[in-house]
């Protein structure tokens, strides 16, 4: 019999040093009271006290992790998006009937007890140790608030999540000691008002009001006894007991409640028989959320928006501080988003475009001299469906867009600001025939691109001397590698970092060679207008912005973004490209199927190599916007390809891009009276080309074959074909030669098909 007895005893002390891992009492009461008899377990609880001592006495409970709203510019709801579906209540907003039946499943003696309960835990050892288990815990519920405090800072990081959910003695005694510090900072109600707000219900619902809604569609405080039981018995394990997959299990544990509940006095037996006798009915509301919610296309946007919270120093110094901002949530974001300018684009891109066609229209639309982003859409929709994305394709891909697309045409305002800031006057003109060799350039490094290949327009009409107004108008592309060359490589790329263009759309560095100026980068639709932008704002460089104003949970506003402005060139330059892109929207310009006629209208259209995207950028006095259309799946000819319904029979910027163009911009303007551009004299153009003669629209685009784009479209005209071959570097020089196929490493010339986007490219 002592025997016996003396085994009983063993067991039961191994199973109190067990119970230190499932309850920290167990490593501080059990020091003193159980385990001295024990040396090595002894010891054990002696270090567990010593770590107690050395833990810091302060507890800051964080803002709960909720909800944020997204606003547009007047106010309207674009989405509400959270890494955790809750909506904080206070004390009055949730039950009574929830507070009972969660203290009488989970912690009866609560109102009777500390931090810690010492006779529940002397509970659970006697229990755990007659059934050869540790089973029974004897967490209180503060100690469980406290823990789960650190799963919420955890986030999204399951790393985190882990490590805060550790059985282990090290995390036992943490949550215990701040279990202390929250017993003597708050009042019982209000650690179970925070408890029922952080703990996880299940269904991707937060707190307990979430939870009401997810379930039974109504406030926490409507909730019925039924109700009430059913979410407080969820808490032990929400997959488990989940009502949705598990009816049967979700009713037993209900009713388990409900007898608690009866047990210890809360409700009458006879309220307890009633409620077990029902049935669980629920009144399920699936989580509405996320920027997929948004309406009018609003979803790229609400996606840019996150993507600048947790990209944006202005929120917080390191990838880490912005990102738990962001999961923090409870954020009121106020935006650029103009709704009249969102409805307009998205109509005209939707429009023109369907969700299925191959060819997809993205439009970006941002104000002159704010940089703020008043509105993208692409006819693609959000979303993880067939026929949709979540890839923005008006933004570069550090923003989640794709990696852009090559400019064509629209690049040469850029060519020209960069030559009348270094001096060269407006009045420069060039003489060559339909084609000429490349001439030589050098880049900022001092690397030398040799005199040579070949370099064309589309129609060999357009030969002559020409100023820069007139190879605006009819984008000559002999001109303007005429007029990079006195200007320099190194200079054009200069203006274009002043332009915010310092790298591609797809994170490459910018490729610095002489078929920059037409069109060589792949840049994104909202780079381009806010590139443009600085010459409606006389040569102002804004950077896109598209967060106004943010307040925090407390209701206090928090830094945003400040307005990145500078100049970029001088009014004069500004105002001088200007008017020769006015040039090109009237009557005989590549665009002139794009100006509105209401108001004036400045731009340049774009079309890449064999007309795989087509583009026009252009403005107002009140804003600007840049439009591209490509086919996104495997980018091919669109020439021939049906977009919204139709056949696409020239793929010309001015005769694809504008017309979308147009529209969003006639609807975004609607009932804004005109402004003005500054009036600017140019020098008198050369002779327009006669009807018989008239270069196709959307000169200045690169050419099949050549490598570089070659006026007109991106084919060559009739008697216009390239030598077989032609368009390839030689080795050594990155010039074109017949026949030789491959560049050279390093040559900065592109071959055959350079600047158009391979499989998968515009994603």
Not at 215 to 224: E, G, N, P, R
Not at 318 to 323: A, F, G, M, S
Not at 393 to 413: C, E, H
Not at 433 to 458: A, T
Request: hydrophobic share 35%; net charge neutral; proline share 7%.
């Amino acid at each position: 019999m002592a025997r016996q007895n003396s085994i009983g005893l063993g067991k039961k002390l191994l199973l109190a040093a067990r119970f230190t891992g499932a309850s920290v009492l167990g490593g501080v009461v059990v020091a003193g009271l159980a385990l001295p008899a024990v040396g090595a377990a002894g010891l054990g609880a002696q270090s567990a006290v010593e770590d107690f001592d050395s833990l810091p006495d302060d507890f800051v409970t964080p803002p709960l992790s909720q909800a944020s709203v997204i606003y547009d510019a007047d106010g309207g709801t674009i989405a509400t998006v959270y890494s955790r579906d809750r909506t904080v209540v206070p004390a009055d907003g949730i039950s009574p009937l929830v507070k009972a039946a969660l203290v009488d499943i989970e912690d009866s003696r609560y109102y009777q007890h500390g931090a810690v309960d010492l006779k529940g835990v002397l509970r659970a050892l006697n229990s755990n140790a007659a059934s050869g288990t540790t089973a029974q815990g004897a967490s209180t519920l503060t100690q469980q608030y406290v823990k789960n405090v650190f799963v919420d800072q955890a986030g999204d990081d399951l790393q985190k999540v882990q490590e805060a959910q550790r059985q282990t003695l090290e995390r036992k005694i943490q949550e215990l000691k701040y279990a202390i510090k929250v017993e003597e900072t708050l009042t019982k109600d209000q650690i179970l008002t925070n408890y029922l707000n952080i703990t996880f219900f299940g269904e991707k619902a937060y707190g307990i009001e979430a939870a009401a809604q997810r379930y039974f569609s109504v406030h926490a405080k409507d909730l019925t006894l039924p109700q009430a039981a059913l979410l407080a018995g969820l808490v032990q394990s929400p997959s488990a007991y989940d009502p949705i997959v598990n009816p049967n299990t979700a009713k037993q544990r209900r009713d388990t409640v409900l007898h608690k509940m009866a047990e210890y006095g809360h409700i009458t037996a006879e309220q307890a028989r009633e409620a077990i006798a029902s049935p669980i009915a629920l009144k399920v509301t699936r989580a509405h959320q996320g920027c997929i919610t948004a309406g009018l296309g609003e979803g790229f946007f609400c996606d840019y928006v996150q993507k600048t919270v947790l990209a944006d120093p202005a929120f917080g110094k390191t990838p880490e501080e912005r990102r738990a901002l962001w999961q923090r949530g409870g954020l009121q974001i106020r935006t650029t988003l103009d709704p009249k300018s969102q409805k307009a684009v998205q109509q005209a891109v939707t429009e023109h475009a369907a969700p299925s066609d191959r060819p997809a229209a993205v439009t970006a639309m941002v104000q002159p001299g704010t940089g703020k982003v008043l509105a993208m859409a692409q006819s693609r929709p959000y979303g993880l469906g067939k026929d949709q994305t979540t890839i923005n394709l008006s933004v570069p891909k550090r923003m989640g867009g794709g990696i852009g697309y090559p400019t064509g045409s629209t690049f040469k305002p850029i060519v020209a600001a960069a030559a009348l800031e270094a001096g060269i006057p407006v009045s420069r003109s060039y003489t060559s025939g339909y084609s000429m060799p490349w001439p030589e350039m050098r880049d900022c490094s001092g690397g030398r691109f040799p005199e040579g290949g070949e370099v064309h327009n589309d129609s060999r009409t357009l030969v002559g001397s020409f100023a820069m107004p007139a190879a605006m108008k009819h984008s000559v592309n002999t001109y303007f590698a005429n007029l990079e060359a006195e200007a320099g490589l190194c200079t054009v790329a200069r203006t274009a970092a002043k332009l915010g263009i310092t790298q591609q759309a797809g994170g490459e560095k910018l490729s610095v060679v002489p078929s920059m100026t037409l069109g060589s980068n792949d840049l994104s639709p909202l780079e381009m207008a806010a590139a443009y932008a600085a010459f409606a704002a006389h040569g102002t460089y804004c950077a896109p912005t598209a967060i106004t104003a943010v307040t925090g949970p407390d209701g206090k506003p928090l830094g945003v973004p400040k307005a990145a402005c500078s100049e970029a060139m001088s009014r004069t330059t500004a105002d001088t490209v200007t008017a020769m892109l006015r040039g090109v929207v009237e009557d005989g310009g590549t665009g002139d199927t794009a100006g509105l006629s209401d108001r004036p209208t400045a731009g340049k259209t774009g079309t890449t190599n064999e007309g795989r995207q087509v583009w026009f950028v252009g403005y107002t006095p009140e804003l600007v916007a840049a439009t591209v259309v490509s086919d996104t799946m495997n980018p091919a000819p669109l020439e021939g390809q049906r977009m919204g319904g139709k056949r696409i029979d020239q793929a010309f910027g001015g005769a694809v891009a504008g017309p979308i163009w147009r529209e969003a911009v006639e609807g975004a303007l609607d009932g804004v009276p005109a402004g003005e551009f500054t009036y600017v004299r140019l020098p008198a153009a050369t002779p327009e080309p006669s009807d018989s003669t008239r270069p196709t629209p959307d000169a200045g685009q690169p050419t099949q074959g050549t490598g570089q784009p070659g006026q007109g479209g991106g084919r060559p005209t009739r008697g216009g074909q390239p030598t077989p071959g032609a368009g390839q570097p030689s080795p050594g020089t990155g010039r074109p030669t017949r026949g030789t196929g491959e560049p050279t490493p390093g040559a900065g010339r592109p071959s055959e098909g350079t600047g158009e986007p391979g499989p998968g490219t515009g994603q």
